[in-house]
């Protein structure tokens, strides 16, 4: 079956780094993508992994592990808009995105 | 990135009536459709999965003759949550991809409530 987990929540503080993992064992894979979404609204895309190593956007980093199925996502200089929920997704071997269960994120002053 | 729009994005029905949402694909060709709905704090679940002029493929645990899908178009797929029932409340998110971009786009999403 498809399994993909994550930590439930985390706390951190402004300015701070902090670091989201994600484990999956999927039907295939095509490619890792993690979304930010606030409360009452849709995903929106932070970034796609698809080779191991780390891709870097400005102050979001992704690194993916395709050996070991594991992914995190860096968040760096903290701020408080930063506080969402964080979704790892793994899209399978029949093009579907499949979500993990997410981390809600919550950054304190 | 790609524009997707929802219709309507809040809606607010009496169980066993039936609601339609739409998804359209505003600037690119969406051959194919996924719709996935999301109930309060957890993360999104794939309902089915529609291909231009095909029917929909359903996930396991989702009634077909409950959530209706067409995607009749390129740019258009309806969802119709039929007899609707309180636990049907929940946010229905459209994704849209075809594109060239391996990116998957979702829309603003729908909020479904029943009473």
């Known amino acids: 079956g498809q399994n993909i987990d994550q930590p439930t929540e985390m706390t951190a503080t402004e300015g701070a780094i902090v670091q989201i993992n994600c484990t999956y064992q999927?039907?295939?894979?095509?490619?890792l993508f993690w979304y930010q979404q606030h409360a009452g609204e849709a995903p929106t895309f932070l970034s796609y992994?698809?080779?191991?190593g780390l891709e870097e956007k400005g102050r979001f980093s992704s690194f993916l592990s395709r050996s070991k199925g594991y992914s995190y996502l860096l968040l760096k200089e903290l701020q408080m808009k930063d506080s969402a929920s964080y979704l790892c997704?793994?899209?399978?071997?029949?093009?579907?995105?499949?979500f993990g269960t997410g981390t809600r994120l919550q950054v304190f002053p | 990135g790609a524009v997707v729009s929802q219709h309507p994005s809040r809606v607010i029905c009496k169980s066993g009536t039936s609601v339609k949402i739409e998804c359209r694909s505003l600037d690119f060709q969406a051959t194919t459709m996924f719709w996935y709905r999301q109930f309060p704090k957890q993360s999104l679940m794939l309902m089915a999965t529609s291909n231009e002029g095909s029917k929909a493929t359903y996930e396991q645990g989702v009634e077909k003759d409950k959530f209706l899908i067409n995607h009749a178009s390129l740019t258009l797929s309806t969802l119709t949550v039929t007899s609707a029932h309180p636990e049907d409340s929940s946010f229905y998110i459209c994704s849209p991809a075809g594109g060239t971009s391996h990116e998957q786009y979702f829309g603003p999403g729908t909020r479904l409530t029943v009473t």
């Open positions: 992994n698809v080779l191991d």
């Open positions: 999927t039907s295939g894979f095509n490619g």
């Open positions: 997704a793994v899209r399978d071997n029949t093009d579907k995105l499949i």
